[in-house]
């Protein structure tokens, strides 16, 4: 189903999509790869358990970015749909804007965690490489959502 023009993204949507796809089919792959492992050694492929969990993280986000670009995310729909379409707009409205404040925060303490985590030359355990290799993509991925919610905010306060 097509959505209103006026209600569409100005950058499409597939770009979030595109990514949590790649996430998913890595995951996936890694899983399978961990599953055969398992069964032919009896050991863990414990390399693939971080990057799962890494790949999980992003693809909720990712997944998170597109459902607030095109107003899909979770909400309690009793209060949205019992009033009139004025009431609708500005309760969506008002969502858009708690939700682009609250990734903006979200953005600046992550980008806090990522800093320190560069700073003090944190390394993960299975692979040990840098952590905020892992984590730079939060407070990115972040500030995506953030900056959906915006276009929300602008494109129900242009009519949409």
Known sequence: MTEPRERRPRLPVRIEETIAVGAMAVLVLLTLINVVVRYLTDESFAVTEEISIF?????????????????????????????????KRRLTALSAWATFAFFVVLTALLGRYVWDEFRYGETSMALGVPRWWYSIWLPLLSAAIALRALGLARRLRNGG
């Not at 459902?67 to 009139?84: I, K, N, W």
Request: proline share 0%; charged share 25%.
């Open 55 to 87: 790949l999980m993280v992003v693809l909720t986000m990712a997944g998170a970015s597109a459902a607030v670009a095109r107003d899909r995310h979770m909400r309690v729909e009793y209060f949205l749909e019992t009033g009139s379409d004025a009431r």
